[in-house]
């Protein structure tokens, strides 16, 4: 396949991207909120925010087609935006989880949120080793780094499985706060990284 078609096809997989995590995004925050869940909540906030990595990818393909034009300082705004509501996100998990663990407040179980983990754990690995072939052909290290956004979401989702499970067949209230504290290294790191423009800030290949 020519470079062409290689561009082509990594603007579909941008695409699906953005459309599964803002779809992703907004079950299950509804379903976190209902629930009491903050959990998924937080993996909800995190869904959504992955989809301004997706989105950034998508323009910068589409850009070296001639198709869109994207400025470096509106990438680099972006990225700083994501990456600091991903912090606000961190502040969120701690605070929220803190107050579960310390009032004994138990969360429902969600029927839901465990369906859509399990859904993730099996379409984003797809996705990133889709991400990672092609970022190797391209040459591309913005698209590799965007294929590790989409590892660590596969990550979030287990650690969201793990704790909606426990909850829901053991009755382990504690194990939802938990696994969300669990989620903190990769959501800390990973804004840390698009602050600070890790992702490779200004290129596309």
């Keep these: 396949m020519d470079r062409v078609g290689l561009l082509r096809r990594g603007i579909a997989l941008e695409g699906v991207t953005v459309g599964y995590n803002a779809l992703e995004g907004m079950v299950a925050i509804v379903a976190g909120i209902a629930a ?6 937080g993996f909800g906030v995190d869904s959504v925010i992955e989809v301004t990595s997706g989105a950034l990818l998508w323009w910068r393909l589409r850009a070296e087609l001639g198709w869109a034009p994207l400025g470096p300082i509106v ?9 600091l509501l991903l912090l606000a996100l961190g502040v969120y998990i ?16 969600s029927l839901v949120g465990i369906v859509l983990t399990t859904l993730s754990l099996i379409v984003m690995p797809l996705l990133a080793r889709a991400k990672l072939g092609l970022a190797a052909s391209l040459g591309s290290r913005a698209l590799r780094a965007d294929a590790h ?4 979401c596969a ?23 938990v696994a969300a504290l669990g989620m903190l290294p990769l959501i800390v790191r990973e804004g840390i990284e698009a602050w600070r423009g890790d992702a ?3 290129e596309v290949a």
């Design 149 to 152: 956004e989409t590892i660590v």
């Design 75 to 83: 990438e680099r705004r972006a990225s700083r935006g994501a990456g």
């Design 94 to 109: 701690v605070t929220d989880s803190a107050r579960l663990l310390l009032t004994g407040r138990r969360p429902e179980s």
């Design 155 to 177: 990550w979030l989702s287990t650690t969201t499985l793990l704790g909606l499970g426990l909850n829901a067949l053991l009755g382990w209230w504690w194990a939802d706060p």
């Design 36 to 41: 009491g869940s903050v959990a998924l909540t």
């Design 200 to 202: 490779g800030e200004g």
